[in-house]
T-cell receptor, first 113, second 116 residues
Framework: KQEVTQIPAALSVPEGENLVLNCSFTDSAIYNLQWFRQDPGKGLTSLLLIQSSQREQTSGRLNASLDKSSGRSTLYIAASQPGDSATYLCAVRRDGGYQKVTFGTGTKLQVIP | KAGVTQTPRYLIKTRGQQVTLSCSPISGHRSVSWYQQTPGQGLQFLFEYFSETQRNKGNFPGRFSGRQFSNSRSEMNVSTLELGDSALYLC???????????????FGPGTRLTVL
């Protein structure tokens, strides 16, 4: 059974700081990994998706990396802004096609102006 | 392009009742997944539909069911509601296929269900 863990559960940083969020998964047989952000009481917004054959993806100030062999992914946020404050979730889809998605526990990020 | 829409946005029911939630995917998307989000359990996968067929199912009791119509719109039903069913129910759509755009899941705003 796939287990996905995100550490830390909460993080508070001053504006402008570069930061890294971590996502660990127990079963390396994954199809893809997706990072989301969720604002309070809202749905999820897709940030980046990494296919199992890829090592990283970039979008603006965000960079996500994937190391399947070690069961880890990181989300790097450069020059953090107060608007980045949200809960960040990673989600892993198991290999073998259209297998169910397992979500991580989330990291609640607060960027202080 | 319109995003994923879910109706209703808020719902209050009492124990023992049943409820039906609706999800309209992004135009052209054929896969719809449902998730339950609670403070204690986080986001948990309920089921996934593709072309009117249930492709995957999570570990939820049979009281939770769903279906997908030929226009890709999906509904989920919960019968005999329990207090523990109070949650945010999220729906996500995707193409799916190969590559970033095809596999990316796009989420709706969710339906907040409160069971009294």
């Amino acid at each position: 059974k796939q287990e996905v863990t995100q550490i830390p559960a909460a993080l508070s940083v001053p504006e402008g700081e570069n930061l890294v969020l971590n996502c660990s998964f127990t079963d390396s047989a994954i199809y893809n990994l997706q990072w989301f952000r969720q604002d309070p009481g809202k749905g999820l917004t897709s940030l980046l998706l990494i296919q199992s054959s890829q090592r990283e993806q970039t979008s603006g100030r965000l960079n996500a990396s994937l190391d399947k062999s070690s069961g880890r992914s990181t989300l790097y946020i450069a020059a953090s802004q107060p608007g980045d404050s949200a809960t960040y979730l990673c989600a892993v889809r198991r290999d073998g096609g259209y297998q169910k998605v397992t979500f991580g526990t989330g990291t609640k990020l607060q960027v202080i102006p | 392009k319109a995003g994923v829409t879910q109706t209703p946005r808020y719902l209050i029911k009492t124990r023992g009742q049943q409820v039906t939630l609706s999800c309209s995917p992004i135009s052209g998307h054929r896969s719809v997944s449902w998730y339950q989000q609670t403070p204690g359990q986080g986001l948990q996968f309920l089921f996934e539909y593709f072309s009117e067929t249930q492709r995957n199912k999570g570990n939820f009791p049979g009281r939770f069911s769903g279906r997908q119509f030929s226009n890709s719109r999906s509904e989920m039903n919960v019968s005999t509601l329990e207090l523990g069913d109070s949650a945010l129910y999220l729906c996500a759509s995707s193409l799916p296929g190969q590559g970033f755009e095809a596999d990316t899941q796009y989420f709706g705003p969710g339906t907040r269900l409160t069971v009294l």
